[in-house]
T-cell receptor, first 113, second 114 residues
């Protein structure tokens, strides 16, 4: 089955700096890779996603890159702000898997003022 | 649109008991999936229901079961509770196509097993 690894487990950056979180997956059939943000005590919410027919996707300060050959994808946050502090989860799923996602263990991002 | 609603939000049970959790998806969403969230194991997929049928199942023992009603509301049941079942149980709804897409999570039901 699919296995998703995520690094680092914790990340501290100064406000205004960039943050990068990396995930690797094992199943070459996976073709959808979302990123969820979970603030303390809140529900996970989708912040960006990418499908395997695209190498990069950007939404304002957030971008995701995908390398299908190496089976890894990364979340990039630029100009970090204190409200970016949260746990970020990557996930992978494949066509016909429905909503069966394999999540990474999460990265706790702290943005220091 | 109202979001995903889960009840109860908090509950405490003792070992050996059973528990039923409820989830009302976003109106128009036909797929409901359930995830277990723990500090040690992260988010783990339990099962997905679509049109009252279980479409996918994760690697959890048979003590974990679920169902979906004709109005897309879903329930999950855990029988013979164990201490390790203490977790946040998250329900997520989605439009229901076979292609994976955005999950809309509820606030979760936090279960404590004593």
């Amino acid at each position: 089955g699919e296995n998703v690894e995520q690094h680092p487990s914790t990340l501290s950056v100064q406000e205004g700096d960039s943050a990068v979180i990396k995930c690797t997956y094992s199943d070459s059939a996976s073709n959808y890779f979302p990123w969820y943000k979970q603030e303390l005590g809140k529900r996970p919410q989708l912040i960006i996603d990418i499908r395997s027919n695209v190498g990069e996707k950007k939404d304002q300060r957030i971008a995701v890159t995908l390398n299908k050959t190496a089976k890894h994808f990364s979340l990039h946050i630029t100009e970090t702000q204190p409200e970016d502090s949260a746990v970020y989860f990557c996930a992978a799923s494949g066509e016909n898997y429905g909503q069966n996602f394999v999540f990474g263990p999460g990265t706790r991002l702290s943005v220091l003022p | 649109k109202a979001g995903v609603t889960q009840t109860p939000r908090y509950l405490i049970k003792t070992r050996g008991q059973q528990v039923t959790l409820s989830c009302s998806p976003i109106s128009g969403h036909r797929s409901v999936s359930w995830y277990q969230q723990t500090p040690g194991q992260g988010l783990q997929f339990l099962f997905e229901y679509f049109s009252e049928t279980q479409r996918n199942k994760g690697n959890f023992p048979g003590r974990f079961s679920g169902r979906q009603f004709s109005n897309s509301r879903s329930e999950m049941n855990v029988s013979t509770l164990e201490l390790g079942d203490s977790a946040l149980y998250l329900c997520a709804s989605s439009s229901g196509t076979r292609m994976p897409g955005e999950l809309f999570f509820g606030e979760g039901s936090r279960l404590t097993v004593l």
